[in-house]
């Protein structure tokens, strides 16, 4: 998910999940591995996992992401990472494999602009949960629970739908969808030369 343009003015430190990663080309809207449930991950606590999980907190960072999906850099695998502000200012830096959505909270909704680095220059009102439990596995394989409201909640709900092969716009009707889609075909070659540009100058750093 990405940020809203408003908060990009306030840049954030690189998380320490992120040393050592490499900035990997996010796959968009159309790609096949966007569009399907992936891989269960079924092998934990290896090198290759811990260097995916490095890349991805890199590339998340330089797209001015607060969640991103292994299929978003083209990796058949269910996980995300996540760099989310809180509502009292926090922030939630994690990740999550195998997740499982398993609580709406009391029902409540919650309408808000939301984007995707998937869907680059676009945003759209979506109607969510205001409260949700994620279920799901650590990169050594242990049980993890997250809890969350607000934006974060928003966040675990638009990733573990990545995992699952729905993209935000998948829940739009027909003509929000179509409305969001040109706006993204207005915006989408500033939104991916400004992320092309950052990825240069952050590149090593
Ligand atoms: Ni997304």
Same mark, same amino acid.
């Given at each position: 998910m990405s940020r809203i &343009?408003? $908060? /990009?003015?306030v840049e954030r430190s690189l998380p320490a999940? &992120? &040393?050592g990663g490499v900035y990997r080309e996010i796959t968009e809207i159309g790609a096949p591995v966007l569009h399907r449930r992936c891989a269960d991950v %079924?092998?934990? #606590?290896t090198e290759e996992l811990s260097r995916l999980l490095r890349d991805m907190f890199f590339t998340m960072h330089v797209a001015h992401g607060v969640g991103l999906a292994a299929n978003q850099i #083209?990796? $058949?695998? /269910?996980l995300f990472v996540y760099d989310c502000p809180g509502e009292q200012g926090e922030r939630h830096i994690g990740h999550i494999l195998n997740?499982?959505? /398993?609580s709406t909270g009391d029902g409540s909704l919650l309408t808000r602009r939301e984007g995707c680095l998937s869907v680059p220059g676009a945003a759209r009102e979506l109607t969510r949960s205001a409260d949700v439990t994620v279920w799901g596995q650590d990169w050594r394989g242990d049980s993890v629970t997250l809890s969350a409201t607000g934006l974060f909640a928003r966040c675990l709900q638009h990733e573990t739908d990545h995992t699952d092969g %729905?993209?935000?716009? $998948? /829940?739009?009707t027909p003509e929000d969808r179509h409305h969001t889609l040109t706006q993204r075909d207005d915006h989408r070659a500033a939104a991916l030369a400004e992320r092309a540009q950052r990825a240069r100058s952050m590149a090593g750093g």
């Open positions: &343009a408003s $908060d /990009r003015s999940e &992120a &040393a %079924t092998e934990f #606590g #083209g990796v $058949d695998l /269910r997740p499982e959505l /398993r %729905t993209l935000y716009v $998948d /829940r739009l």
